[in-house]
Structures are given as C-alpha cells and as structure tokens.
C-alpha cells in the first residue's frame, strides 16, 4: 500500500521543522557569551547534517518511519559578529539547506535559504573580567516562498547568555548558558524556546585542542494544537539533544570545531542524528 501523501508530508515537514533549528547551534565555535572587541569581525562558516528514520508522536512514542522512510538534510550557513563598541555587537546568520526524505514509494527534496538573522548583542555586564553577562535581540525574515522549507513568517527573539572560564583540574575551563524566547508574527505564530548549555575544557598548555559537551533544546507552543502537513501550521513539538564538540587552533585567528549528537526525547519530531564542521576566522584584529 502506498502511503498517503499527507502522512509523506508529514514526516519531511517534521524534519525541515528540526533542520530549521540546526544552524543557530552550528557557529558553537564562535564567540558564544565573550565579546568580540571593537571594530573586530567574527566570521563563522558552518556544515551541518541530519538524519533521522524514526519520530516521536504527540504523545513521545518514537516508531520508525512508514514505508521505510528516512530524512536527510545537508545544511552550510554563515554567522558573522562585529564589535561596534566595547559592549555592543552586530551579529547576523544566513543559512541554506537541502532536505531529502524518501521512502519505499517516493523522494521529496527541497532546498534552498530559510530564515535570515540579523540582530544586536549587548554585553550587560562583567565579573572581573571573566564572567560576561549578555542579552541579544534578533529579528528573523524569511528569505524564501516555498513553505516546505519554514514558517514563511517574520520573527524576533530576545536572549540572555551567561558565559565564564577558570581552571578546574590543572585545565583551563570554559562555558556558556543561553536561554532565548523567540515570537514569529502572524495567524497563530508560535513562541518558541531555544536553550543550550556548553562546558569545555583545553587540553594543552597551548591552548590548541579542546573539548566540550553540551546539552540543548527546543520548545515550540502555538494554539494551534493539531499536526498539519503543511509547515507554517505544525507549530507545536519540543526535543532536547546531547552533543560532543572538539576544536583545535591554528592560530589567533583560524580555528575549527566538529561536532556530533543525537536527540534525547522529543514530541512531534524526528529521533535526529547531526554532525557539523565549522570554521572560525578573523580575519584582522
């Protein structure tokens, strides 16, 4: 028996939904909660990947998907930071995907750019120095019409971020904490919550190689209650991921981080697998 186009549509919209998430943890490596100084420029290409075979229900009951069904999505985005002021930033992120879902009896692909960023990161306060204290604003425009690919809706999002470093064991630690609350407009836009709490630790003396484990999540409520195939209305779903991230640097100015993690629990979404690659330049201090 074929499956319906509804159902089809629903595990590949489900999916796009999560990929849609990816690239606003793919610039981990960046500057994060610690300030980019003035008239610096911070700039952070990333590739992403997700699978995933099987989902979570409305209800978390994970079951693989019909007709043998799999979900791919390759992701590149770039995220850039400039220093404005000694507390004040401009930061900006553009991501493009191309989705693939295909099972025993049909292939589906879309791609091409989702939701543009552009906002102001405002450094509220430090501790000696070494704790910072941030809040951000973002305004998020779509730049596409195909509403397999997101909301199709314009957005803003406010986001608080603690970061620090020290030592701990002989190692220099480092990590951050953000939480950020994030509104799009329109028929039933839903408000979504997007946290992420990073700990790493350098390896060597020379501060070249790095660890980090890092845990995150998403929660997206709507009064719209119902699943619907097509994307703008499928606001409700919520998932936590674990990732592990290494990062080695060149230099003072050329690093690069690769990542790896999977998908804890969920509701509405897929049981996803990622792995990225991001670079982080400089390119005058």
């Not at 401009?90 to 493009?96: M, S, T």
């Not at 606001?235 to 991921?241: D, E, I, P, S, T």
């Given at each position: 028996m074929n499956l319906p186009k509804t159902t089809h549509l629903k595990y590949l919209?489900?999916?796009i939904g999560l990929v849609m998430l990816m690239p606003a943890s793919s610039h981990a490596g960046g500057a994060g909660g610690f300030p980019v100084r003035p008239k610096r420029l911070l700039l952070s290409p990333s590739f992403s990947y997700f699978y995933a075979n099987k989902g979570w229900d409305?209800?978390?009951h994970k079951t693989p998907f019909a007709n043998g069904g799999q979900f791919q999505s390759l992701g590149v985005s770039l995220y850039a930071e400039y220093?404005?002021?000694r507390k004040l930033t401009?930061?900006?992120?553009?991501?493009?995907v191309r989705n693939t879902y295909e099972d025993n009896t049909a292939?589906?692909?879309s791609s091409g750019f989702t939701d543009m960023?552009?906002?102001l990161r405002y450094y509220l306060a430090n501790i000696n120095y070494i704790y910072y204290f941030t809040i951000q604003g973002t305004f998020v425009q779509p730049l596409y019409t195909d509403l397999s690919l997101g909301y199709k809706q314009q957005g803003a999002e406010l986001k608080l971020a603690f970061a620090g470093s020290g030592k701990v064991l002989g190692k220099n630690y480092y990590f951050t904490v953000e939480n950020g609350v994030r509104q799009y407009f329109g028929s039933?836009?839903?408000i979504q919550d997007r946290y992420n709490g990073s700990f790493g630790l350098t390896l060597d003396r020379k501060f070249k190689h790095q660890i980090s484990a890092s845990i995150s999540g998403f929660y997206s409520a709507s009064s719209f209650t119902k699943f619907s195939p097509i994307q703008a209305t499928n606001?409700?779903?919520?998932?936590?991921?674990a990732s592990l991230t290494y990062g080695y640097t060149f230099s003072r100015r050329f690093s690069i981080f690769l990542s790896g993690g999977h998908f804890i629990n969920g509701r509405n979404t897929g049981d996803g697998t990622t792995a990225s690659a991001s670079f982080l330049f400089k390119p005058f201090r």
């Open positions: 919209l489900i999916a409305s209800l978390s220093g404005l002021s401009l930061v900006a992120l553009l991501p493009y292939k589906t692909v960023e552009v906002g039933q836009g839903p606001k409700n779903f919520a998932f936590n991921q």
